[in-house]
């Protein structure tokens, strides 16, 4: 990956990582009157991020559902859908998010092992 599409990647999982917050706040609270209000959230990344946008909606998607905000993922599957993305590479997105997941994971359990456990 060049600098810019490694800068674009953070900036997908910035950008997701509060929005994945805020909708899924907004689609599991049972007060009605949150849905309607503005999330006023600065999103000036998702127009501006110097890459392809199907790269972008695809990393947008992949921490979404690692995040679990279903209103995202339904976002970033839709504009994917209507940019001719088949379903079989967002599925390859999908698995790739899942295993991303389950790296950090396990590196992050491994970091936590007592000294002992770790040999």
């Known amino acids: 990956m060049t600098s810019v599409e490694i800068a674009a990647a953070k900036a997908a999982a ?3 990582a509060m929005n994945n917050v805020y909708y899924r706040f907004a689609h599991l609270v049972s007060d009605p009157e949150y ?7 600065r999103m000036d990344v998702i127009g501006n991020h110097g890459v392809d946008k199907t790269d972008f909606e695809l990393w947008s998607l992949a921490v979404s ?3 679990g905000c ?10 994917l859908r209507a940019a001719g993305v088949d379903s079989r590479e967002i599925h390859t997105a999908v698995r790739f998010a899942a295993i991303t997941q389950s790296v950090a994971v396990a590196i ?3 970091g936590s092992a007592p000294a002992q456990a770790r040999g």
């Open 108 to 110: 992050e359990a491994a």
């Open 65 to 67: 559902v690692i995040n």
């Open 35 to 41: 849905k309607a209000m503005p999330p006023r959230l």
């Open 14 to 16: 910035t950008v997701e």
């Open 70 to 79: 279903g209103v995202c993922i339904d976002a970033h599957e839709k504009t």
